[in-house]
């Protein structure tokens, strides 16, 4: 059971990291067309949010690969 929770959870995990890879690109080509400093800031500090986002994600999937439920996962299925 365990282990099929762990399954589960790596496909979640699988795909936020797809969907914030998309974000994080989508944002990139944003800022390159930003009309202004000012949305370019804004839109940096997006790609940063979404990068620390992204870091954890990568962090939550190496130990899943490994068998082991963050307890941030672990409490949220529950």
Do not use: C, W, Y
Request: hydrophobic share 45%; charged share 35%.
């Amino acid at each position: 059971m365990a282990s099929l929770n762990a399954a589960e959870l790596l496909a979640r995990v699988n795909a936020a990291i797809a969907d914030h890879i998309k974000l994080i690109g989508d944002r990139r080509r944003q800022l390159k067309k930003a009309d202004s400093r000012r949305s370019a800031a804004a839109i940096e500090r997006e790609i940063e949010t979404l990068a620390k986002r992204f870091d954890v994600l990568k962090v939550q999937q190496k130990a899943l690969k490994r068998g082991i439920i963050p307890d941030e996962l672990n409490d949220e299925s529950s």
